[in-house]
């Protein structure tokens, strides 16, 4: 598993590479994963049990020529991410935790130890509705399969895989799939880390 996750860590620097050159927001975001020297990995994979996985097989099915590379890369991996979903149970959406949720490879409790960065995958199961939240954490996506909703500032826009969406910190955000999953890199950066989104 070590080889996979290292060839992995490499594909997402250099497709992130490309845009990290264009000095933009969203680029300095991508440089600064780009640039980030990942430490050595003090936790380990071990095969998920989240529910999650029962969308894994179709997640991976949206791509693009772009992203086609990446998900490759991804694909033997996916199994064995820390799929996980730690918001606050919600009434009105009690199974949302089986539908959603996120795989963290770099970041404060992640296997790949990094109190100031965090670096995952962002995996929605079809027909799923992620309610809008916030974050201190600048959050940067890169979507890699499935078309979806994603909302910021009340304007909505269909992403399409290979297209970056920036998420500036504490600006309130959704995303909202349909007859596909979304699963999409995200990179999180900033001077807090560590503090989870709140739902609004």
Request: glycine content about 8%; overall charge negative; some cysteine.
């Given at each position: 598993?070590p080889n996979?996750?290292?060839?992995?860590?490499?594909?997402?620097k250099?497709?992130?590479?490309?845009?990290?050159?264009?000095?933009?927001?969203?680029?300095?975001?991508?440089?600064?994963?780009?640039?980030?020297?990942?430490?050595?990995?003090?936790g380990t994979f071990?095969?998920?049990?989240?529910?999650?996985?029962?969308?894994?097989?179709e997640?991976?099915?949206f791509?693009?020529?772009?992203?086609?590379?990446?998900?490759?890369?991804?694909?033997?991996?996916?199994?064995?991410?820390?799929?996980?979903?730690?918001?606050?149970p919600?009434?009105?959406?009690?199974?949302?935790?089986?539908?959603?949720?996120?795989?963290?490879i770099?970041?404060?409790e992640?296997?790949?130890?990094?109190?100031?960065?965090?670096?995952?995958?962002?995996?929605?199961?079809?027909?799923?509705?992620?309610?809008?939240?916030y974050?201190?954490?600048t959050?940067?996506?890169?979507?890699?399969?499935g078309?979806?909703?994603?909302?910021?500032?009340?304007?909505?826009?269909?992403?399409?895989?290979?297209?970056?969406?920036?998420?500036?910190?504490?600006?309130?955000?959704?995303?909202?799939t349909?007859?596909?999953?979304?699963?999409?890199?995200?990179?999180?950066?900033?001077?807090d880390?560590?503090?989870?989104?709140?739902?609004?």
């Amino acid at each position: 598993m070590p080889n996979f996750i290292d060839h992995l860590i490499e594909e997402s620097k250099r497709f992130l590479n490309g845009r990290a050159q264009i000095n933009d927001d969203i680029g300095q975001e991508a440089a600064k994963f780009v640039m980030r020297e990942i430490p050595p990995s003090i936790g380990t994979f071990e095969k998920s049990d989240s529910p999650l996985i029962r969308w894994l097989e179709e997640a991976i099915q949206f791509g693009s020529s772009e992203t086609e590379g990446l998900l490759k890369a991804l694909k033997p991996v996916l199994p064995f991410l820390p799929w996980k979903y730690n918001y606050e149970p919600r009434p009105d959406m009690p199974d949302l935790g089986s539908r959603m949720g996120w795989g963290e490879i770099l970041g404060p409790e992640a296997p790949f130890r990094d109190e100031h960065f965090c670096y995952g995958f962002t995996l929605l199961g079809k027909n799923t509705f992620y309610p809008a939240h916030y974050h201190p954490a600048t959050e940067l996506y890169i979507v890699l399969s499935g078309h979806a909703e994603w909302t910021l500032d009340g304007v909505t826009t269909v992403r399409h895989p290979g297209e970056f969406v920036l998420h500036p910190s504490n600006r309130i955000h959704s995303m909202r799939t349909t007859e596909e999953p979304l699963l999409a890199l995200y990179t999180w950066s900033g001077e807090d880390v560590v503090t989870l989104s709140k739902y609004v």
